[in-house]
């Protein structure tokens, strides 16, 4: 069974500050992987999807990376804003579902 | 493009009571549809996974008496939550795949449910 883990649980970093979010899972055998931001109360907004056959992809300040045979996703976020304050979400598409990790709780502080 | 919604985004409900959420896909169409449950501060659960036609296939843990869904058209897929008690009190995000691509889903804002 696909687990997905991330780390940390919860960030806080002052404005400016460049930092990584990192996702790991199990099983490799993935599809693709996807980056979600969810704020309080709120949904889910796709950031990056990064098929399984690439290594990386880029939006803005975001950029994300996967490490299939490692089994280990990074989320880089530069010049960190309040406005990025969230919850991050990694999540893994396979076998026709997809398995989230718990998240980490980012705060940016002005 | 690619965009789903969900109908209530909020139902306050009396315990006992059964409480029915849409989730459609407004300009595509959706052979599978999924369905997440998430509890606060917690990450999204897998409930069900919803094909078109067909009846749905529940997780491990998941009583498909108690979470009715159903997806009538390619369009459309409702969760019930049946005989309602507090503990179903949670956040409901559905998703869809387009029906040519295997490889993304496209996620509803979710339904918040409180039951008293």
């Known amino acids: 069974k696909q687990e997905v883990t991330q780390i940390p649980a919860a960030l806080s970093v002052p404005e400016g500050e460049n930092l990584v979010l990192n996702c790991s899972f199990t099983?490799?055998?993935?599809?693709?992987l996807q980056w979600f931001r969810q704020d309080p109360g709120k949904g889910l907004t796709s950031l990056l999807l990064?098929?399984?056959?690439?290594r990386e992809q880029t939006s803005g300040r975001l950029n994300a990376s996967l490490d299939k045979s490692s089994g280990r996703s990074t989320l880089y976020i530069a010049a960190s804003q309040p406005g990025d304050s969230a919850t991050y979400l990694c999540?893994?598409?396979?076998?026709?579902?997809?398995?989230f990790g718990a998240g980490t709780r980012l705060t940016v502080k002005p | 493009g690619a965009v789903v919604s969900q109908h209530p985004s909020r139902v306050i409900c009396k315990s006992g009571t059964s409480v029915k959420i849409e989730c459609r896909s407004l300009d595509f169409q959706a052979t599978t549809m999924f369905w997440y449950r998430q509890f606060p501060k917690q990450s999204l659960m897998l409930m069900a996974t919803?094909?078109?036609?067909?009846?749905?296939?529940?997780e491990q843990g998941v009583e498909k008496d108690k979470f009715l869904i159903n997806h009538a058209s390619l369009t459309l897929s409702t969760l019930t939550v049946t005989s309602a008690h507090p503990e179903d009190s949670s956040f409901y995000i559905c998703s869809a795949r387009l029906a040519r691509s295997y490889n993304e889903q496209f996620f509803g804002p979710g339904t918040r449910l409180t039951v008293l």
């Open positions: 099983d490799s055998a993935i599809y693709n």
């Open positions: 990064i098929q399984s056959s690439q």
């Open positions: 999540a893994v598409w396979r076998n026709n579902d997809m398995r």
């Open positions: 919803s094909n078109e036609g067909s009846k749905a296939t529940y």
